[in-house]
């Protein structure tokens, strides 16, 4: 009788389970709105490209929110494919020493993939090429942080999963993956506030002689700008101010809070972010219920035992990380990799060398045909101008929001606050501010050499800012009471505590925004509002200049030069400084 009774108990518990509550009534409609709003866009994208040349961009406000669905949607595809494009990138980046040697040009090489000629009849194609547009702007520093982090995973954590023999494929899911998920989700954040200051150029896609102008808030701004339209201006920052609020509610703020699991700690933390939508879905039955299969496949996909061919070039780690800092002592045992073939990389570093080569000979046999001597050393002048403002910019930006970003990293609940502040300063297109400072510096005869400059940093110190505070984020809970047990305060504190335990993700944010600077000096350097244009001295004003004219030997002069100057300024400074977080400044 009893075990009827227990039976029956189970039975009506099991069906319990699978009855909606009060919760899954409210966390439905959510879901169904979502779902609406995504075929809705998507629908639209199978219309014929015709209807885009009889659609002229509306500055009324009422096609604001098709506008803000369209462009959104944009983004969160490019961001999907970054994410697939992360993993695969910075992995061999990463893990691979041959392959990384040529892996870093490999997005310039792709932006001239022709993805419009995959759909010329239809919108879908144009909605293609603004997304992989999008993507571009997205992918790198989403890519540099999980390489990163794949080369800062503590070897204890390394030896521990190779001492339970797990294969490649399972510790990439069960450690790599899970140790880098805090910084790779705040430079998603980065990525997708950053690809605002991209979407304009990317919903006006050039087909030969004509431009396809997708509708979308770039596009919207773009026509307004041209119009001096400032009303509408004011109509596009209050319909960026919604949609970013919106992503951050509905998707970053989830992450985050999710994301909080995977912090390197022995201690549990007294504050940790939060997330109402995470919560509902966690108190829902019906969709918790439904989302448990999903949940158990990817628990399974990442458990399969298989096993991928083992990719050589994993440099040796050197110990002592941020607790060895603080007075401590870390293992010495470096971990094991096999020695690459001397015959293999005397072939790959040939290989290399030729295609360099074949390159360098094309692109200065293009421009000879017009372009003197005299006119090469004026561009290096010119390089070396924008090179000291990328330098002095990166350098105050670093001194005003490293310490901003570790008081907003280490206060979670500080950080839920700021966090969409920060994503709407960091969308925050710097084509808006344009009118501003033409008016202002024409008004007062100004100098645009000194005061255009802000303008090539306004868009990129967040990219420090964002990684410092995944850094401080990720700082374990223990360490902190270790730096008070000692106490440790005051400036010692952020020399011996802090400052090496964020030092890696500070690295990345500052490659990330130095690079992102240099593309914006294209921009930044010659503005203008209406008829009136102002232009600095610099190598983006004169990409910028001869783009407008049409003169291709110029302008790859000019992207050949700030190419040499990023990659120099990459090697001589960057990269020694990765290097030595790598080696001196590891969390273990």
């Known amino acids: 009788m009893d075990f009827g009774f227990n039976l029956t108990r189970t039975a009506n518990a099991s069906a319990l389970r699978l009855l909606p509550n009060r919760w899954d009534f409210v966390a439905f409609p959510l879901i169904i709105c979502v779902l609406a709003l995504t075929v809705v866009g998507f629908h639209e994208t199978l219309a014929p490209i015709s209807t885009l040349q009889t659609q002229a961009i509306s500055l009324d406000p009422a096609n604001l929110p098709e506008y ?23 992995t061999l980046a990463a893990k691979s020493r041959r392959a990384s040697v040529v892996l870093v040009p490999i997005l310039d090489i792709l932006q001239s993939v022709p993805v419009l000629a995959l759909f010329p009849g239809r919108v879908f194609g144009a909605e293609l090429a603004a997304i992989f547009a999008i993507f571009t ?34 510790r990439f899911w069960k450690l790599e993956v899970p140790f880098s998920m805090p910084g790779l989700i705040w430079n998603m954040m980065m990525s997708m506030s950053g690809g605002w200051f991209f979407v304009v150029a990317s919903e006006a896609i050039v087909v030969g002689n004509r431009t396809i102008v997708l ?38 703020r989830p992450l985050v809070a999710w994301a909080d699991k995977f912090r390197m700690e022995n201690t549990s933390s007294g504050n940790v972010p939060e997330s109402w939508l995470l919560d509902l879905i966690r108190r829902t039955r019906l969709i918790h ?8 496949m990817i628990g399974k996909m990442a458990r399969v035992p298989l096993k991928l061919p083992s990719l050589q070039g994993r440099l040796p780690k050197f ?71 990328v330098m002095v910019l990166i350098a105050l930006a670093s001194v005003i929001w490293v310490p901003v970003g570790v008081l907003i990293g280490l206060r979670p609940t500080l950080a839920s606050k700021i966090q969409p502040l920060a994503q ?5 297109p710097a084509n808006l501010l344009f009118p501003v400072f033409v008016v202002v510096i024409v008004k007062f005869n100004l ?53 090496p335990g964020i030092f890696p993700y500070y690295v990345t944010g500052a490659i990330t925004a130095s690079g992102g600077a240099w593309n914006a000096s294209i921009v930044a350097e010659a503005v203008s509002w209406g008829n009136t244009k102002i232009v600095a001295h610099g190598l983006g004003a004169y990409i910028a200049e001869n783009t407008a004219n049409g003169d291709y030997p110029k302008i790859i002069l000019g992207i050949a030069v700030m190419s040499l100057f990023v990659t120099l300024f990459n090697r001589l400074l960057w990269r020694p400084l990765f290097a030595y977080s790598e080696a001196r400044l590891r969390l273990d």
């Open 68 to 90: 803000a669905l369209r462009t959104t949607l944009r983004m969160l595809a490019a961001m999907v494919a970054s994410l697939v494009f992360t993993l695969i990138y910075g």
């Open 447 to 499: 100098n645009p050499d000194i005061w255009l400059s802000p303008l090539i940093v306004l868009g990129t110190q967040w990219y420090i800012l964002f990684n410092v505070i995944a850094g401080a984020t990720s700082y374990p809970n223990d360490y902190r009471e270790a730096a008070t047990n000692f106490q440790i305060k005051g400036w010692q504190w952020w020399r011996q505590a802090i400052l």
């Open 137 to 170: 702007s997205q992918a790198w520093n989403m890519t540099f942080s999980f390489y990163q982090s794949l080369r800062t995973v503590p070897r204890d954590l390394d030896e521990v999963s190779r001492g339970f023999h797990l294969t490649n494929w399972q």
């Open 215 to 252: 509708p979308g808030i770039g596009a919207y701004l773009a026509t307004a700008i041209g119009e001096r339209n400032l009303g509408a201006i004011g109509w596009v920052i209050l319909a960026m101010t919604v949609v970013i609020l919106a992503y951050d509610q509905l998707m970053f």
């Open 319 to 389: 110990p002592m990380g941020a607790l060895g800092a603080l007075g401590g002592s870390t293992p010495t045992a470096r971990s094991k990799s096999r020695n690459p073939s001397r015959a293999g990389d005397i072939a790959w570093a040939i290989i290399v060398l030729a295609l360099t080569v074949f390159l360098v000979w094309k692109v200065t046999v293009f421009v000879s045909t017009g372009v003197t001597w005299g006119e090469v050393w004026h561009v290096f002048w010119l390089g070396l101008i924008t090179l000291f403002r």
């Open 424 to 428: 709407f300063l960091a969308a925050f």
């Open 289 to 296: 219920q439904l989302l448990v299969p999903a949940g158990w």
